[in-house]
T-cell receptor, first 115, second 111 residues
């Protein structure tokens, strides 16, 4: 597709279960970002990937969160043993490169509800 | 102090009004600046980049003041459709790249 694609668009899970969120960036974009946004709040940076470099994981809130990017394209964000405070929309974004002036394009998000 | 700070608002203005938002940033090494718009329950989308010389796109004008470390967004002749949250975005490189989003300023334009 032409834009950043995320799946699932909505996920309801029980507390304690693991979830995987998928992001398919815009073709050719080397930089990929994950953000989290709780209702009515700002964007919280989680992690970014740039090409084959080691990812910047400094925003991950706990060791229950991890992310991979395979083949420099698709990324998966995994949340283990979900808690209610994990409920949020998880936004993936990509840009042509990680550098000054590059526009970041967002997907529509994966809305996670932990019950 | 947050790296990027915005007045959360909300700003409630009538149609046709002019409204301005400011955003301050703390890192003097900041290199690029943007305004994004986010509609309710939607993803953020680029509204405009902010250049040192200032730039204008129709009813929207963005300005950068490096000395005081703030950027601004001016909306003239507000439309109902301008109602949204406006996010200030700052990019900087201090040994590692970072793109920081402000928490956003909410704007409501009423008839």
């Amino acid at each position: 597709g032409a834009g950043v694609s995320q799946s699932p668009s909505n996920k309801v899970t029980e507390k304690g279960k693991d979830v995987e969120l998928r992001c398919d960036p815009i073709s050719g974009h080397t930089a990929l970002y994950w953000y989290r946004q709780s209702l009515g709040q700002g964007l919280e940076f989680l992690i970014y990937f740039q090409g084959n470099s080691a990812p910047d994981k400094s925003g991950l809130p706990s060791d229950r969160f991890s992310a991979e990017r395979t083949g420099g394209s698709v990324s998966t964000l995994t949340i283990q043993r979900t808690q209610q405070e994990d409920s949020a929309v998880y936004l993936c974004a990509s840009s042509p490169a990680l550098g000054s002036g590059n526009t970041i394009y967002f997907g529509e998000g994966s809305w996670l509800t932990v019950v | 102090r947050k790296e990027v700070e915005q007045d959360p608002g909300p700003f409630n203005v009538p149609e046709g009004a002019t409204v301005a938002f400011n955003c301050t940033y703390s890192n003097s090494a900041s290199q690029s600046f943007f305004w994004y718009r986010q509609d309710c329950r939607k993803e953020p989308k680029l509204l405009m980049s902010v250049y040192s010389s200032g730039n204008e796109d129709g009813r929207f004008t963005a300005q950068l003041n490096r000395a005081s470390q703030y950027i601004s967004l001016l909306i003239r002749d507000s439309k109902l459709s301008d109602s949204a949250t406006y996010l200030c975005v700052v990019f900087f490189n201090t040994g590692g790249f970072k793109t920081i989003f402000g928490a956003g300023t909410r704007l409501f334009v009423k008839a």
